[in-house]
């Protein structure tokens, strides 16, 4: 079956044809901003969320950037086949991006493993990736993943790939604090045996050592499984009073949710941000989740968002007609600064190239956004730490504390 890359394309005004060098001045007056998220799956409501992000970004601008007209490309990274991201899928899309002058940025991706095959290349070809969601802490430090990580991924010598959300060795550490501020004293770990699942569990699991809970059991689970009764008999051999599941819902966190509770199970169930969606709680259902289930989130509830992040809030449910999914305002965030800095050199009279959008991102200090005041470092990474944890309540997610 042939898949279809390009889901949608969202343009101001007519689309002209115009050539561009990579290292040299746009020839005529178009630019490209594509994005690279699942959009095929479980995912989808909550790509959804963040393409209408990116797009209310665009329109702040009023879709141009001096005289140039801005042309955004909403791609799938996903296949019907896996129903989630695919290694080919987004192995193509960098190389379409790559092959198309005109795109200057590329938003994405979703999945932090989707990132490891498009990361070398994008900066091999110097063009800037910004992500509204990759968490792995192996993408952009050492120390967290295999012995070339993250020189792997920048084959250049130059960082090109940036983050707006917080990483996984934040969030897993805040999980593992929280577990234990809720009285937990014996933790099972499993992960979904992914790049971002496996990350963040070993995170969770190395900080929960250090703060005196006892792991009494760690494992990877199948995916695909129709269920996890036999995983749910062997956690409550081990006496676990609270199970961490690093993992996503299209990796079948809420199945194993279920199970939980129709195996007479009573732990609690702690998952990250990778599950911080609705599609979460409808997989699994709001019995196995109320009054059981805890979420991390980078970040906090739209709802509770303050300055920049309020305004964008507020024209969201006026734009869409409903709540945005919490990662919208990421979508949202991560366009917003690839645009101030193509808006800060067309001001300067700087020609728009991929080395010189590329340069400008990486210059981001002290942005004002929805997200507060943060800047990129070293690294690419954001400044912002902000972390909430997060319950259900009548089938919505209900935060119950914020760390700074």
Partial sequence: ????????????????????????????????????????????????????????????????????????????????????????????????????????????????????????????????MVSPANTAPSLTKQGFGEQNEPAVYRPSGKISYFRVVPTDDVQGAVAADYAKDIGSKKVFVLNDREVYGKGVAAVFEKRAKDI?????????????????????????????????????????????????????????FMVPDGCYEQAFIEAAGSRALEGRAFITFGGEDPKKLQGKGKEFYESYKKTYGGEPEGYAVYGYEAAKVVLSAMERLSKAGTPLTRESVRAEVAKTKDFVGALGTWSFDENGDTTNRTMSVNGVKDGEFEELKVVK
């Fill in 1 to 128: 079956m042939k898949i279809k890359l390009i889901r949608s394309a969202f343009v101001f005004t007519a689309l002209l044809a115009p050539l561009v060098g990579v290292g040299g001045a746009l020839a005529e007056s178009t630019i490209k901003i594509v994005s690279s998220l699942p959009r095929t799956g479980s995912a989808n409501a909550q790509t959804t969320s963040m393409v209408n992000g990116i797009k209310m970004a665009i329109a702040d601008v009023g879709g141009k950037i001096g005289d140039a007209t801005i042309v955004y490309e909403d791609w799938d990274d996903a296949s019907p086949q896996r129903g989630n991201w695919d290694p080919a899928v987004e192995a193509a899309n960098a190389d379409k991006a790559i092959s198309d002058e005109l795109v200057l940025a590329y938003i994405g991706t979703y999945n932090s493993g989707a990132s490891k095959i498009s990361m070398p290349k994008l900066n091999a070809a110097g063009l800037v």
């Fill in 212 to 268: 005196g809970l006892e792991v009494v059991g760690t494992d990877g689970i199948d995916t695909k499984a129709s269920n996890y009764k036999s995983i749910v008999t062997k956690i409550k051999q081990s006496g676990a009073d609270l199970v961490y599941f690093g993992g996503t819902t299209q990796t079948n966190a809420g199945q194993l949710a279920k199970d939980i509770v129709s195996g007479g199970l009573k732990a609690k």
